[in-house]
Structures are given as C-alpha cells and as structure tokens.
C-alpha cells in the first residue's frame, strides 16, 4: 500500500498578521485568502524493516533511521517530517514506532510567502491521517497542525496557513479571541473566479526570505502596543472583511483598490517588510500595467501578486519576464488537502 496526499498553497489577500496569536488574543483576526494549484506533496510507503526512511526532495535532506517513537529535532533539516512523526506516535499510535518510507516536494521553495511550510505539515499530517484511519475533521487537521508548528517545534507564525490548506478555496477566517477559528468559504460564481485568474499574476524574483524577524517585530510592536503597527493591523482586519464582500459580488476595482491598501498598511507592522529592491520591482510593476500589488506572505521577499485589467495581462507578463525573475499565473484551486491510496504494483 503507498499513501499519497497534497495541500494546496496558499495567497494571502487581506488581514495577514493579524492571524497572530499576539493580536488574535487581544483584538480577534480576521484573514481573507484563497488557495492556488500549487501543491505541497508527501507519500507515505509502510515497510516491516523497522526504519524510518525520509527525503524531502525540494530541500534536499534525507533520514535513515531505526524505528523509534521519538526523532530527535536537532538544527534545520525536517524538523516538520520530524514534529508531525511525534506528534502522531504520542498521540494517536500509543507511543509504539512506526516503519515507512516517506518522500515529500512542494511546488514553491521555502521562504516563498506561499505558506509552504505549514502546507507541508499540512499535507505530512493528511498522510497519515489516511494510512492509520485517524479520521480527523477538517478542524482538528488545522488546528494539530498549527499546534505541531507554533507548540512542539517553537515556529512563531500565525494560524491562517494551516486552514487554508486543510479547508481549500476562498475563506474568510476569524481568528477568535478564545484561540478557536471560524472558517467562512465564500461559494463564488465560476465567472467571478474566471475573472480573477485573468486579472492576476505572480511573480518571483528567486529571492526567498526567513518571516521569522518579520513576524517576531509584528509580535514585538503588538505586545507593546506601538499605535502605529496596532493602528495598521486593525486596518488590515478591516481590509479582510471589505474584500471578502468585494470578491464576493465580482466588485473588482474594490478587490484592487483594497489590495493596494492592504499592502501600504502592511508595511507599518514592520521596519523590515518592504527593502528597495522590492520597491523597485514594484515600481517597475506600475509602469507596466500593474493596478495593485502586494507581497503574499510576511513580506521581505518571496512571491508578489500583481493585478491588472485582463487587456493588460501579456504586456505586464512580458515586461515582468525582462526581470531576473519567474511569471505564474494564478489557477484557484477549489479543494483543501487530500489523500489517496496508489496500488503497489506502481
């Protein structure tokens, strides 16, 4: 038996950082995002040879190892192959070991600001949930994926990547302040998605980025109540509520206007989210039939998301391809995370 499963990455579009435990616990946070087809991917191959066998092919590390109820998480390399294992021999298989053969790749490299990594636990955890029968809802995946990364790994972050993977699609998220979520999928018309997918692009530079000194100054300015990040994160909440409504009743312009401010309050949460670099691709974004633009994620690097009218599409893609950088475009993906089990005989 070989188990697979995926999770779809994600593009934040308005509320991210609010999400954070720092500001969800005292204000309440709300995230509008929507899923792509770009995957996060892990097989799973049950084996009796009392082993432990891991490659993580986007990253390039590799494990070997005897059976044992507990990896030790030493340093960088698949510290969320390792967490999810531990999670799930503690707490659903009696703490006995289990023996397998995993592989896993993602569609965006680490540090894109697609979510990828918790769309890996994501789709590490869809996995196994498939292999040992968890049966696991869909907000107990999210919420034990977001436990496994912020609690038993120590990964600051927020809470909006590991729904939107489990969950798939567009959805407002309301990150209450008793720590629940409240997932609200907008069901939209097939013409509104059409439209959006012609109006949108994204576009990465090769530049990847750590979030967590973004993320630790959003926490740092919030803890302190600093009026400047609060002031710009309550907008931002806002923002979320605003564009769900906007995307909602196909009101484009609004959906851009809105996506153009999210990402200049954005930039008041931290000193490092925007650099001159980014400033200077973004300008030349503008020049070229860009409408709005923002960066998906924490910010400092990773992918940006471009809006134009679909008659200025080829000419916005062109002019971003003379960049030293990649142009996508964006395809929703409709489903959250999903498994299945491959004959052997593959």
């Not at 896993?104 to 869809?126: R, Y």
Request: net charge positive; with cysteine; charged share 25%.
């Amino acid at each position: 038996m070989i188990i697979r499963s995926r999770a779809p990455l994600r593009i934040g579009l308005a509320g991210g950082g609010t999400d954070l435990v720092s500001y969800s616990s005292a204000y309440g946070g709300a995230v509008f995002n929507a899923t792509i087809k770009m995957y996060a991917y892990c097989t799973i191959e049950p084996t009796d040879t009392g082993r432990i066998c891991i490659t993580a092919f986007d990253n390039h590390n590799s494990l070997d190892t005897e059976s044992v109820p507990h990896l030790d998480i030493v340093g960088e390399e698949l510290i969320l192959h390792k967490g999810v294992y531990n999670r799930i021999v503690k707490d659903f298989n009696g703490g006995k070991p289990l023996s397998f053969n995993m592989s896993t790749s993602n569609d965006a490299p680490v540090g894109s600001g697609l979510g990828t990594s918790s769309t890996m636990v994501v789709a590490i955890l869809e996995a196994f949930n498939k292999w040992l029968n968890l049966g696991l809802t869909d907000h107990q995946k999210a919420q034990l994926a977001y436990s496994i990364e912020r609690e038993d790994l120590n990964l600051d972050g927020g809470k909006q990547d590991q729904y939107s993977a489990v969950f798939g699609g567009f959805n407002l998220m309301e990150f209450n302040k008793d720590g629940s979520t409240t997932v609200l999928p907008l069901n939209l018309k097939e013409e509104i998605v059409n439209e959006l997918e012609c109006s949108l692009l994204l576009f990465y530079n090769g530049r990847s980025r750590s979030s967590a000194k973004i993320i630790n100054e959003q926490i740092k300015n919030t803890k302190k109540k600093n009026l400047k990040t609060l002031s710009a994160m309550h907008k931002l909440k806002r923002c979320a509520y605003k564009m769900s409504a906007c995307v909602g009743k196909g009101d484009l312009d609004g959906f851009a206007k809105i996506l153009k401010q999210t990402w200049e309050e954005k930039k008041k949460t931290s000193s490092i989210i925007s650099n001159k670099e980014l400033e200077i691709i973004i300008s030349f974004a503008m020049l070229n039939g860009t409408k709005a633009i923002k960066i998906s994620g924490a910010g400092g690097g990773g992918f940006l998301l471009l809006y134009c009218k679909p008659m200025d599409r080829q000419r916005l893609t062109d002019a971003m391809k003379t960049l030293r950088g990649n142009v996508y475009p964006v395809n929703f993906s409709p489903k959250g995370a999903e498994s299945w089990v491959v004959e052997e005989n593959e």
